[in-house]
Structures are given as C-alpha cells and as structure tokens.
C-alpha cells in the first residue's frame, strides 16, 4: 500500500474495518490552498470526524446501525501544501490504490476545498457527477489557477463526464454561457424541487459520482465553509433527493467539501457529519 499518501488521524467512534473488508473506506482531503475568502477547510475531515462523537450511530429513518456497517478510514492524504495539482495526483494514486485493495468498496471524500473533488472522480472515472453547490465551478480559471476550487466542475466537464448542478445561487456569465455550450443543466437554489432534480438526473448515464459542497445548505445551518452564500437549501431538500438517487442510481463515490472551521463541535461540522451519516446509511439499507 505504498501509493496510500495518507497519515492516520481522529478516527470514527465506532470500531473500524480493514480496506479489503469495508464496504465504504473513508479517505480525509484537508487541503486549502486555494481558498479565496474564508480559509479552515484544512481542519475540515477533522472537524466532521470529531463531529461524528455526537451523533447516534442508529439512522431512525433506514433502521441502519452505521456501528454494524463495516467502514475503513485510512486517515488523511499528506498534501503538497500550497500545491493543488501535485496534492491531487496523491489523491488520484491513494484513490486508485484504495480501489486495488477492495474495487467493491464506495470510497468516502472529506474535504477539504473542493478543488480535491477532481480526485476521486478522475480515479473512479463516473459516468455522472451530480453535485449540490452553491456556485457552478465551471471558471476556465481563477486567479490565474486552473486547479482553484472555483474551476473543479469545468476541470470534471472536461474529463467528458455528465455534469449536473443543484442549489446553485452564484456564477459569473461566463459559466451560465460555458454550461449552455458544454450541456450542463443547473437548478438554481431559488428554484429547486427534488422533482426538477428527478427529470434531470434520471437522464443521466451510470456509474453516478456524488459530490455535496456544504455551502449549499442555508447559510445559518454552515457559516464555516470557505465561500459562503446566503439562500441556501434545507437539510431535508438534500436527503431526499439523495436518497432518490441512491434508490435509482448506482453510486460509485462520494465527498463532503468545504467544511472549514477552527473549533471542535463547529455547527458546520456538526451538518455535515449528520450527512455523513444519512449517505452511508442509505447505502447500507
């Protein structure tokens, strides 16, 4: 496992598995190098894993024990600090090394800006990537940065993957125009209805990669995040149309991004460790 670029960090409360055993194998990106406003998505992964401390572990609404749910957490990929592309290409090896040691395991991002995101999905190589973001990604560059977090969709667009966007509320003309040209459908968040989302997705072909940047959510519910963006979605918006997907798309892998923060139990942390939690249940049920 030489290729695993990772060091072992605060680990989920409940006892772990092996890779070649688990069914979901956790893998922490804590990278913010190219956050452009608020910085701390470095303590991200952390943050959400302490987070995790304070949640039951049974999902009332699948009758899932996520402690009977057999999860690997090889720790935190050791960044190139200040460098995006050279920490990526880790990602991109430890993801693929991941996938050699047991290729039925769903691997689990926690991020980390979203720059990261290209990581798993290159590795993984979706057919899809539905993401719920704030902001459409899709800037050719940002400060002179391909690789800033501001351009990971269009980076993954590029790749020649189905990309769709939900609870979108920021973008400049030129993206609105690239998704126009490239095909690529967004909802804005003013507008979103799981039902919009339905039409959307079911087009798209599979294997489907899931990407959620926490700024999605209203913003009372995620003030540590590196962008923020008021009018957000509600929790419950998300859930259920995640769980429509997990029940009608096959999902090859997923991430939380952009948590930031610099104090355990943030409010932050503590939506996107109840996430964590609600994602890996749907797909154990």
Not at 259 to 283: P, Q
Request: aromatic share 10%; net charge negative; hydrophobic share 40%.
């Amino acid at each position: 496992m030489e290729l695993l670029y990772t060091y072992e960090t605060l680990k989920l409360e409940f006892p772990m598995s092996d890779i070649d055993k688990a069914d979901f194998v956790i893998l922490g990106i804590p990278f913010d190098g190219t956050t452009s406003y608020k910085p701390g998505t470095r303590f991200g992964p952390t943050l959400i894993r302490q987070a995790t401390l304070n949640l039951e572990s049974y999902i009332l609404d699948y009758d899932v024990d996520i402690a009977d749910v057999k999860i690997a957490d090889v720790g935190d990929l050791a960044i190139v600090a200040g460098n995006p592309l050279e920490t990526i290409k880790r990602g991109i090896e430890t993801v693929e090394e991941i996938k050699k040691i047991n290729p039925s395991a769903i691997p689990v991002v926690l991020g980390g800006e979203h720059s990261m995101t290209f990581a798993p999905v290159k590795a993984l190589t979706p057919k899809s990537y539905v993401v719920f973001d704030a902001h459409l990604d899709l800037r050719e560059s940002y400060e002179d940065n391909p690789w800033n977090h501001a351009c990971v969709a269009r980076r993954i667009s590029e790749l020649g993957i189905k990309v769709a966007e939900f609870g979108i509320r920021s973008g400049t003309k030129e993206e609105v125009e690239y998704a126009k040209n490239a095909g690529i459908p967004w909802v804005h968040a003013r507008d979103y209805t799981v039902e919009k989302l339905k039409k959307i997705v079911k087009e798209l072909p599979e294997p489907v990669y899931v990407s959620i940047d926490i700024d999605v959510f209203d913003l009372s519910m995620v003030p540590s995040t590196g962008t923020p963006e008021a009018g957000g979605l509600r929790f419950w918006e998300v859930i259920e149309a995640l769980e429509w997907l997990v029940e009608n798309k096959k999902i090859v892998g997923f991430d939380i991004m952009e948590v930031a923060g610099t104090e355990l139990g943030d409010i932050t942390a503590l939506t996107a460790a109840k996430l964590l939690f609600y994602l890996i249940g749907m797909l154990s049920k």
